[in-house]
């Protein structure tokens, strides 16, 4: 019995996905260049992502990771829903820092995450998704560099979970109703 049986189909392969972050590497060094970036990974979706994108980046940069839990709420409330279980270590004054996500789903983490973030006196904050699902968004949120729209279907992995697995696919892949509809 594999996870992979488990996959209706797949999305985006370990080619595409490969690619996809070595451009972005590209772009956020050209981008970032003579500046003091700082990859901010929430865990734990962003993790494999984050692994990735770091050695893609050419340029001198540091690494710091957070852990937010949402409150779950079902309102277009913008403020409070989030909240910080594991802060960064960094102080972030004078960093740019850049955002590291698996994906862009509501939108409802970020949009109060970056807020937050912003108070701390960063020069920049921006935001970086591998994937986005804009057809989901409840709020006015944009990843500044993407990889792949998905559509609204239920993908798993390259860090995206179902009730904690599935992380460790390569690929991102649609998961069988099967699996989830059991549960
Ligand atoms: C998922 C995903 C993003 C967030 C996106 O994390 O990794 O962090 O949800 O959703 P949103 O745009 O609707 O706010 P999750 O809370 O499932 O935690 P995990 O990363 O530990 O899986
Ligand atoms: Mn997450
Ligand atoms: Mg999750």
Request: a negative charge; proline letters at 4%; glycine letters at 6%.
């Amino acid at each position: 019995m594999s996870m992979h049986d488990d996959i209706k189909n797949v999305l985006v392969t370990e080619e595409e996905l490969k690619a996809k972050v070595a451009d972005l590497g590209a772009q956020i060094s050209r981008d970032y260049a003579g500046k003091n970036l700082l990859l901010v990974s929430i865990l734990k979706g962003a993790v494999v992502f984050m692994a990735d994108l770091m050695r893609a980046v050419t340029i001198p940069c540091s690494i710091d990771f957070m852990v937010v839990s949402s409150y779950g709420g079902t309102n277009t409330q913008t403020t409070g829903l989030v909240k910080i279980v594991k802060d960064l270590d960094a102080d972030l004054t004078g960093k740019d820092v850049l955002i590291v996500e698996d994906i862009l789903d509501t939108g409802v983490t970020l949009s109060n995450l970056v807020p937050m973030l912003k108070m701390r006196n960063p020069s920049s904050v921006k935001i970086c998704a591998i994937l986005d699902k804009p057809t989901r968004r409840k709020a006015d949120i944009q990843p500044d560099y993407e990889g792949f729209q998905v559509p609204d279907e239920f993908v798993v992995g390259y860090g995206l979970d179902y009730n904690e697995k599935y992380r460790n696919l390569p690929y991102v892949g649609v998961l069988k109703p099967h699996v989830y509809e059991r549960a």
